[in-house]
């Protein structure tokens, strides 16, 4: 089960946004990612192997660990980061993707 | 960086078949990737239905194995889904991807399937 906290998130731009995805049981660093959906798209890659950024990813966003904790770090908030924001783990056995409910972030 | 496609019929009737195909451009279904199939409904969220290699290893999600078949098409350069027996709980986006380990690195813009008697 993954657990993202908050459910909505509502900042002004320039606010830096943090976001949290828990996990149920200790997962590898490497098997957790972050994607960003805006309506009407599909989901863009932010994050992967927990902390490393997909190309093209402005370093405003951040991804970290601790524990069963994981958290996606957002800097200097844009009205264009509003989305909505989900974690993805990858289990091995059996081979399975899941996704975590999302976190709505709004900047007004 | 490869672009990927869905298309397929928006309407299916229940308990028929739901067939997509996901074309690839800028690249190829033998490149060094899994490709993936996932949906996304209001009430199940993003949901991932499975993934091939191009040496042809298959994973299903569990919940969906009993009727989901993905296979490739390399002379067409394209991948495809099928899900059978399908029900009104199937009605969502549907979305084909390409990952290297463990992430989706690109996907479709997603083509919406409702299924309705």
């Known amino acids: 089960v993954l657990t993202l906290s908050p459910g909505t998130l509502s900042l002004s731009p320039g606010d830096r946004a943090t976001l949290s995805c828990r996990t149920s049981?200790?997962?590898?660093?490497?098997?957790l990612a972050w994607y960003q959906q805006k309506p009407g798209q599909a989901p863009r890659l932010l994050i992967y192997?927990?902390?490393t950024r997909a190309p093209g990813i402005p370093d405003r966003f951040s991804g970290s660990m601790s524990g069963t904790d994981f958290t996606l770090a957002i800097s200097r908030l844009e009205p264009e980061d509003s989305a909505m924001y989900y974690c993805q783990r990858y289990d091995r056995s059996p081979p399975m993707y899941t996704f975590g409910q999302g976190t709505k972030l709004e900047i007004k | 960086q490869v672009q990927l496609e869905e298309s397929g019929p928006g309407l299916v009737m229940p308990p028929g078949t739901l067939s997509l195909t996901c074309g690839v451009s800028?690249?190829?279904?033998?490149?060094?990737?899994?490709w993936h199939w996932l949906r996304q409904s209001p009430g199940k969220g993003l949901e991932w239905i499975g993934e091939?290699?191009?040496?042809?290893?298959?994973n299903y999600n569990p919940s969906l194995k009993s009727r989901v078949t993905i296979s490739v098409d390399k002379s067409k350069n394209h991948f495809s889904l099928r899900l059978d027996s399908v029900t009104t709980a199937d009605t969502a986006v549907y979305y084909c991807a390409g990952g290297g380990l463990y992430s989706l690195q690109v996907w479709g813009k997603g083509t919406t399937v409702i299924v309705s008697p």
């Open positions: 800028d690249g190829s279904v033998t490149d060094d990737k899994w």
């Open positions: 192997a927990a902390s």
């Open positions: 049981e200790t997962v590898s660093s490497t098997y």
């Open positions: 091939m290699f191009r040496s042809g290893a298959i």
